[in-house]
T-cell receptor, first 113, second 112 residues
Framework: SAVISQKPSRDICQRGTSLTIQCQVD?????MFWYRQQPGQSLTLIAT?????????ESGFVIDKFPISRPNLTFSTLTVSNMSPEDSSIYLC??????????FGPGTRLTVT | AQSVTQPDIHITVSEGASLELRCNYS??????LFWYVQSPGQGLQLLLK??????LVQGIKGFEAEFKRSQSSFNLRKPSVHWSDAAEYFC??????????FGAGTILRVKS
């Protein structure tokens, strides 16, 4: 298993601003993912963070809104750009290998006012 | 695309009673199946997984799940629930690209 940390754990931001969330894994991993969990909802995959190349986004999510970086095998960032109140959610990072098994970080609770 | 259905949004059980949380999936081949638990304000913790082999899998915290291909189900069970089991439980199925598709979740409340 992998231990995953995220920063910040929570934040309150004003609309129109951007927030970058960091995800650190304690070991090298093949796969890293970013999810959104809207209030009272399940998890929705935003994108797969690919090391050394552009992230692969799911339908309904675009790079301009959610730019993602993955400079190495243990670290990734997700930026939520030009935020609106609808972006208020928990954002979760996960890591895994080639077996579908994923381990999750504690999440970043974002409130946009 | 794969999908996961958790028919029960909320379930309330008494402490010490048995528990079964339902999960149905849609997938053509043998699925990779998971159960995760999310305590309030926390991330997701993997309880157990099924890849192949024995259809009854054991997990952490005394949980088990049974894969039934004929019913496309992967129900989570625990013989005796503790108050600390109160949380939200998510069933998930693996999808192409090592991605996971999650069900809507079931919130478990435990009565003392």
């Amino acid at each position: 298993s992998a231990v995953i940390s995220q920063k910040p754990s929570r934040d309150i931001c004003q609309r129109g601003t951007s927030l970058t969330i960091q995800c650190q894994v304690d070991s090298q991993v093949t796969m890293m993912f970013w999810y959104r969990q809207q209030p009272g909802q399940s998890l929705t995959l935003i994108a797969t963070a690919n090391q050394g190349s552009e992230a692969t986004y799911e339908s309904g999510f675009v790079i301009d809104k959610f730019p993602i970086s993955r400079p190495n095998l243990t670290f990734s960032t997700l930026t939520v750009s030009n935020m609106s109140p609808e972006d208020s959610s928990i954002y979760l990072c996960s890591a895994g290998g080639n077996s579908y098994e994923q381990y999750f970080g504690p999440g970043t609770r974002l409130t946009v006012t | 695309a794969q999908s996961v259905t958790q028919p029960d949004i909320h379930i309330t059980v008494s402490e010490g009673a048995s528990l079964e949380l339902r999960c149905n999936y849609s997938y053509g081949a043998t699925p990779y199946l998971f159960w995760y638990v999310q305590s309030p304000g926390q991330g997701l913790q993997l309880l157990l997984k099924y890849f192949s082999g024995d259809t009854l899998v054991q997990g952490i915290k005394g949980f088990e799940a049974e894969f039934k291909r004929s019913q496309s189900s992967f129900n989570l069970r625990k013989p005796s629930v503790h108050w600390s089991d109160a949380a939200e439980y998510f069933c998930a199925v693996g999808e192409y690209g090592n991605k996971l598709v999650f069900g809507a979740g079931t919130i478990l409340r435990v009565k003392s």
